[in-house]
């Protein structure tokens, strides 16, 4: 059974972090890119982050630059996100992603072939 299953969320002041995990069950990550997405209420979901499954290549939507790192740790199949200076603009549920094809457009949601459940994140005070 393909499983990706997030945790990490929660709600968090300004300025906080938090760092999600998407652990993968079912398939290798050692052929896999991973995305995170996350959803905004009354939002479309959009790209936040990106690894190559060589782990050469990282992408980031703009408004996270600077403040959150992806990564991931293949023996022990999972991705994280690291976030830093959480802002309210960053409360949505998260999501992460599987692709298999290493599609160019790595904000592209019909690239990927699993997806997560999501996560929570609530940024307020």
């Known amino acids: 059974q393909v499983q990706l299953v997030e945790s990490g969320g929660g709600l968090v002041q300004p300025g906080g972090s938090l760092r999600l995990s998407c652990v993968v069950s079912?398939?290798?990550?050692?052929?896999?890119?991973m995305g995170w997405f996350r959803q905004a209420p009354g939002k479309e979901r959009e790209g936040v982050s990106y690894?190559?499954?060589?782990?050469?290549?990282?992408y980031y939507e703009d408004s996270v630059k600077g403040r959150f790192t992806i990564s991931r740790d293949n023996a022990k199949n999972t991705v994280y996100l690291q976030m830093n200076n959480l802002k309210p603009e960053d409360t949505a549920v998260y999501y992460c992603?599987?692709?298999?094809?290493?599609?160019?457009?790595?904000?592209?949601?019909?690239?990927?072939?699993?997806w997560g459940q999501g996560t929570q994140v609530t940024v307020s005070s």
């Open positions: 992603a599987a692709d298999a094809w290493g599609g160019s457009d790595w904000y592209d949601l019909s690239i990927y072939d699993y």
């Open positions: 079912g398939f290798s990550l050692d052929y896999y890119s």
């Open positions: 690894i190559g499954s060589s782990n050469d290549i990282t």
